[in-house]
Each structure stands twice: as C-alpha cells, then as structure tokens.
Nanobody, 126 residues
Framework: EARLVESGGGSVQAGGSLRLSCRVS????????MGWFRQAPGKEREGVAS???????TYGASAKGRFTISQGDSQNTTFLHMTNLSHEDTAMYYC????????????????????WGQGTQVTISS
C-alpha cells in the first residue's frame, strides 16, 4: 500500500526542539521531491521545506536557520528537525510527495504535491 506516515509531533515548551519523521511506502517512495508543510487553525497551508533528488533543499522564510530537512540512506524516510520553537510554530505538520522538476519542488506550493500524509500535531507552549 502506498502511504506517507508522519510521526514525532508533540507538545514542547518554547525554545525546545522536535524531530518529525515521514516514512513513505509503495510507489510513493519513487517520488523525487519530498516536502514538509504546516497548517495552523484559520491559516493557509504553508510550505516549510523541500528536498529534491535527495540533495537540493529549500526552506520557507519561517524555517530558515531553525529547521533542517534531511533523508535517511534509503530516502524512504524524510526528517524535519526543528529547533528554537516558538508558539508561532504550533500547527499540524504534513509531509507530501511529488514528481517533477527541481523548480516545482522548490516552490513548495501545496497544490503541486500529489501525495499527502495525515499529519502530526506540533504544539508549542510559552
């Protein structure tokens, strides 16, 4: 079965860190672009980070300098390591996959991504 499954969310205090994981299976594992997105209540879904071909990485403005996207050796798992978290980072975090060119991956537009996980909740308390 083709799936994306996120894990690693939780509740931490401001200033803390979390590492999210996204495990892919089935045909989705062959996608050349993986992205992390987040959506807070009442807000649009935001592209946090993306990785293309296992190497080309881009970050959204809110993630730069604090978040790191990476992949395991098999590229079946994509991670998002988040540091110095603040209340503004509270959201449901999703991983997603697409096939296409590097430019499309780097734009991190949600409607460009074909496959989505169910999300993992991240809550930051002050």
């Amino acid at each position: 079965e083709a799936r994306l499954v996120e894990s690693g969310g939780g509740s931490v205090q401001a200033g803390g860190s979390l590492r999210l994981s996204c495990r892919v299976s089935g045909h989705i594992a062959s996608r050349n672009c993986m992205g992390w997105f987040r959506q807070a209540p009442g807000k649009e879904r935001e592209g946090v980070a993306s990785i293309y071909g296992g190497r080309s990485i881009t970050y959204g403005a809110s993630a730069k300098g604090r978040f790191t996207i990476s992949q395991g050796d098999s590229q079946n798992t994509t991670f998002l390591h988040m540091t110095n978290l603040s209340h503004e980072d509270t959201a449901m975090y999703y991983c997603a996959a697409r096939d296409g060119n590097m430019e499309g991956c780097s734009r991190r537009r949600p409607y460009d991504f074909d496959d989505w996980g169910q999300g993992t909740q991240v809550t930051i308390s002050s």
